[in-house]
């Protein structure tokens, strides 16, 4: 079955954000390397490619291992609010439409079909960059890094999202590009379609390079 078919059949569509609707990945890769240094680590674009749908606090930790180095729970939370200022300073540069090939079309294309579209993304800041890049109104939804407890591959960022618009999993299809994403989608009980140029990803109903691959013309 192919992408559009897939979320045709479905009642709520379900969005990761970065790499999906969005690309703050470089501004997670400058700010993560930024605070590497300081331990006199270099993060690199292979070690941030894990951190793909991982919490904040996860990724800190991550990045700690990988650098050796050991610091109390009170400063690795200071290290995650430094590292969140220095992000948010790039989003802070971000505008109305710096959005993802074909995010608009398929947004505009769902409300149409009066689907729900709720967020599923383990960022704390997803509001402030949906606000920025002027999709916010698209969403019936959001669940973000601040709602939930467990990252990916849990599905409960997943789960509370169909939970939130009154949607049975089964009838929620998610967006993902991340495979700790699709693990939790699959978790969920839900469909998923991959966001994956790179062909990396595995364990999808279906795989788009970008959105606006899934041809909103056809049938």
């Known amino acids: ?38 331990f006199d680590f270099d993060f690199t674009e292979a070690e941030n490619e894990q951190l793909k749908g991982v919490s904040r606090v996860d990724s800190l930790n991550l990045i700690l291992k990988w650098a050796n180095k050991e610091v109390p729970a009170e400063e690795k939370e200071q290290l995650a609010t430094l590292k969140n200022t220095w992000y948010l300073e790039l989003v802070e540069n971000m505008k109305d439409g710096d959005v993802l090939p074909g995010t608009t079309e398929l947004l505009i294309y769902l409300k149409t079909a009066r689907k729900n579209i709720a967020l599923g993304s383990a960022s704390k800041n997803a509001v402030r960059i949906l606000e920025k890049t002027g999709i916010l109104h698209y969403f019936d939804a959001i669940i973000d890094g601040n709602a939930v407890l467990h990252s990916k591959p849990d599905p409960e960022v997943f789960l509370k999202a169909a939970a939130s618009v009154g949607t049975a999993p089964t009838a929620c299809v998610v967006l993902e590009d991340a495979q700790a994403g699709i693990e939790a ?12 140029a790179s062909r990396a990803l595995a364990n999808y109903d279906a795989r788009v390079d970008n959105l606006s691959e899934i041809r909103l013309s056809e049938y």
């Open 185 to 196: 989608a699959r978790a969920a009980s839900m469909r998923v379609i991959a966001v994956d």
């Open 1 to 38: 079955m192919n992408a559009r078919r897939i979320i045709d059949d479905a009642t709520t569509i379900i969005f990761d954000l970065d790499g999906v609707l969005v690309d703050t990945a470089v501004f997670h890769y400058q700010a993560w390397k930024r605070l590497a240094k300081q």
